[in-house]
């Protein structure tokens, strides 16, 4: 089945440490995102690449990056210079004027 | 720039009533609104997709209206039971290429 595959689920962050979430679509869709969860704060949009080798900032990029060198996948990486990096992040994807498919999630903790 | 709010932010109901969910937005220049789920740790799932030219989408017990013009969107659950329990998110395109707007969602218990 077609989908979004998110990991790790659990991941944990010493300080000053970088990390890297995975996010990887077999929906064939054109443009991917990523969102972070606080609670009472909603989803708000970190990073989002329209095609291969292009990503532009989302409302919160600061102490995060992105690579896009596949179509199907979208890492993100969680560096030290994030310094408030436990929240819940989501990887969406979607194609055209149709709706938007989400992974599973990952929550971040930092130790 | 856009802004969604829903209604209530939280709802509590015995299984069996039909239950109103409310989601506004300030620019009425959308293209599709979308209606998720989200169980406690998950990730979204999409209910509902109305795009601006529909004014309902249904789908089970779920129906979602569109408003553009007054820049509202009800989803309509019928008969619920305590498998409706959940976070339920609306959501609109942002302006150009900047993904979607989210309301911070409506939580829901339907007690047995």
């Known amino acids: 089945d077609g989908g979004i595959t998110q990991s790790p689920k659990y991941l944990f962050r010493k300080e000053g440490q970088n990390v890297t979430l995975s996010c990887e679509q077999n929906?064939?869709?054109?443009?991917m995102y990523w969102y972070r969860q606080d609670p009472g704060q909603g989803l708000r949009l970190i990073y989002y690449?329209?095609?291969?080798?292009?990503?532009q900032k989302g409302d919160i990029a600061e102490g995060y990056s992105v690579s896009r060198e596949k179509k199907e996948s979208f890492p993100l990486t969680v560096t030290s210079a994030q310094k408030n990096p436990t929240a819940f992040y989501l990887c969406?994807?979607?194609?055209?004027?149709?709706?938007?498919?989400f992974g599973s999630g990952t929550r971040l903790t930092v130790v | 720039k856009q802004e969604v709010t829903q209604i209530p932010a939280a709802l509590s109901v015995p299984e069996g009533e039909n239950l109103v969910l409310n989601c506004s937005f300030t620019?009425?220049?959308?293209?599709?609104l979308q209606w998720f789920r989200q169980d406690p740790g998950k990730g979204l799932t999409s209910l509902l997709l109305?795009?601006?030219?529909?004014r309902e989408q249904t789908s089970g017990r779920l129906n979602a209206s569109l408003d553009k013009s007054s820049g509202r969107s009800t989803l309509y659950i019928a008969a619920s039971q305590p498998g409706d329990s959940a976070t339920y998110l609306c959501?609109?395109?942002?302006?150009?290429?900047?993904?979607?707007?989210f309301g911070k969602g409506t939580h829901l218990i339907i007690q047995p």
């Open positions: 969406a994807s979607h194609l055209g004027a149709y709706g938007y498919t």
């Open positions: 929906l064939n869709h054109d443009a």
């Open positions: 690449s329209q095609i291969v080798n292009d990503f």
């Open positions: 620019d009425s220049a959308i293209y599709n």
């Open positions: 109305i795009q601006s030219s529909q």
């Open positions: 959501a609109v395109p942002g302006g150009g290429a900047d993904g979607l707007t």
